[in-house]
């Protein structure tokens, strides 16, 4: 059976997006959801999920923490070549550097940094939170049935600059544009959290557990 790990390292509550991968996993036949912080877990798993809640610096110190952790999920992504996908600071964590507070070296799996959202309307608050349109730029079987104008729920204040525009599959216009979804070889990464975006991040759940990079 097919082994799909939620990655838990003390960043966030994990309880919604285990019951989204669940439910989505029993519709498409995906195998078996776990939430595990063990290396030994990471390294069996055919798909690993990486969250992430709070500030870069901290996720990424927490993450270094947990021992071995790290390096089992480099070696099944980088090396073995497994589906991962990142969510919310998990995504920004797959950038070359992180600019929240003090600079921060991330994964650099993505060729970019995470900056300060900066719109150009002073109107608009920051964090961004809220729902918000996705624009689709470019195509990727994770979106699958996804399309321009499809809704997302987004809570950050932080947001990838990508360097290779192939590698960005959708942004949001938020007095400019925001990076909403990466993705590159055996990697995708959501800035939005799927399992709080409802029909839309249902359907990117479901086609990432279908996902044969």
């Not at 949001?172 to 839309?200: L, R």
């Amino acid at each position: 059976m097919a082994l799909t790990v939620l990655v838990d390292y003390d960043s966030g509550n994990l309880h919604s997006a285990e019951k989204a991968f669940q439910r989505m996993a029993a519709e498409v036949d995906a195998g078996e959801i776990l939430v595990s912080g063990r290396p030994e877990d990471v390294a069996r798993a055919d798909r690993i999920v990486l969250p992430g809640d709070g500030a870069f610096p901290a996720c990424r110190t927490a993450l270094g923490e947990h021992g071995g952790l790290f390096e089992a999920i480099e070696e099944s992504v980088r090396r073995q070549g497994r589906p991962f996908m990142g969510i919310c600071v998990g995504m920004q964590m797959m950038a070359s550097w992180g600019r929240e507070y003090t600079d921060t070296p991330g994964f650099d799996w993505v060729g970019g940094e995470v900056t300060r959202i900066t719109p150009s309307d002073s109107a608009l608050k920051v964090p961004h939170m809220g729902w918000n349109d996705l624009v689709i730029d470019n195509p990727h079987p994770v979106l699958d049935g996804v399309q321009t104008g499809d809704h997302a729920y987004f809570v950050h204040s932080y947001a990838f600059r990508v360097a290779n525009p192939v590698e960005r599959l959708a942004h949001v216009d938020y007095g400019g544009d925001i990076t909403a979804i990466i993705g590159t070889a055996n990697m995708v990464g959501t800035q939005f959290h799927p399992e709080k975006s409802q029909a839309t991040g249902l359907r990117i759940i479901a086609n990432f557990l279908r996902w044969k990079p």
